[in-house]
């Protein structure tokens, strides 16, 4: 409503006419996208993937919470003809269990042990049994299908904003962004550290790039895209799949 005093004034009129104008098509204007609010839009979808990172070595089958690793430079593989492949992968879980076991994660006993394989043979091994503590147990899963052990992290979440593309308007006057990100894990558990999540592999998954297309409308940013929102409700699992 225009003020009584504004009525019949050439020169005030106009210039509130023009204003009203900006204003009413401020409301439907392209927005400047914004990395803050963007990240927000995707972390509400993201917030239910949980982040699953591998568990050094292999489920023991004479054990539950029980992981089992052979020791190649144990005097008793001396003889054994590794390959330098398998070598280094040995070491190096065994190096991955070690960051466990400084938070307080698991627990290491050296020997050779009685064992189970694949085909329920029993067999022995020189090497380490780990032990599961009270300080992971309760985010440790099974998965069969890896034949694997995993502990649950955190969440995925999204680290960087990569690019964005320009707002594409859309018929019923939203916009849409297409956004390019790369990931983290959020709401990490308190065993977890930069250690771990390195030697995990993990950190470096979550750094490919994804782009999900983001939906500005009525001042809000959202993501409606069903196939993105249905994927990211399965667990991430930072597994080497070969």
């Not at 590794?82 to 400084?102: F, L, T």
């Not at 627990?107 to 032990?131: H, I, M, P, Q, Y």
């Amino acid at each position: 409503m225009i003020p009584r005093y504004l009525k019949n004034n050439n020169i005030v009129l106009p210039f509130v006419f023009v204003v009203l104008s900006l204003l009413l098509s401020g409301c439907d204007r392209a927005p400047k996208p914004d990395s803050k609010e963007l990240s927000q839009a995707i972390n509400e979808v993201l917030k239910n993937q949980t982040v699953i990172i591998p568990a050094p070595g292999f489920p023991s089958k004479m054990e539950e919470l029980m992981l089992v690793l052979e020791d190649p430079s144990a005097p008793q593989n001396a003889k054994k003809p590794y390959h330098p492949a398998e070598k280094i992968g040995w070491e190096g879980m065994i190096d991955y269990a070690r960051a466990y076991e400084k938070q307080g994660a698991m627990t290491f006993e050296k020997g050779t042990f009685e064992e189970r394989n694949f085909f329920d043979e029993a067999f022995s091994f020189t090497g380490f049994r780990l032990r599961v503590t009270d300080v992971i147990k309760g985010d440790t899963v099974v998965i069969p299908s890896l034949g694997r052990v995993g502990f649950k992290a955190g969440v995925v979440t999204v680290k960087d904003i990569v690019k964005t593309s320009e707002p594409q308007k859309q018929e019923d006057k939203s916009y849409t962004i297409a956004v390019t990100y790369t990931s983290a894990v959020g709401a990490a558990k308190n065993w977890l550290n930069d250690e771990i999540l390195e030697k995990s592999g993990a950190k470096n998954r979550l750094l490919n790039e994804e782009t999900v297309n983001v939906t500005y409308k009525d001042g809000k940013y959202s993501i409606g895209d069903e196939a993105f929102i249905k994927f990211h409700q399965k667990p991430y699992l930072a597994f080497d799949v070969e």
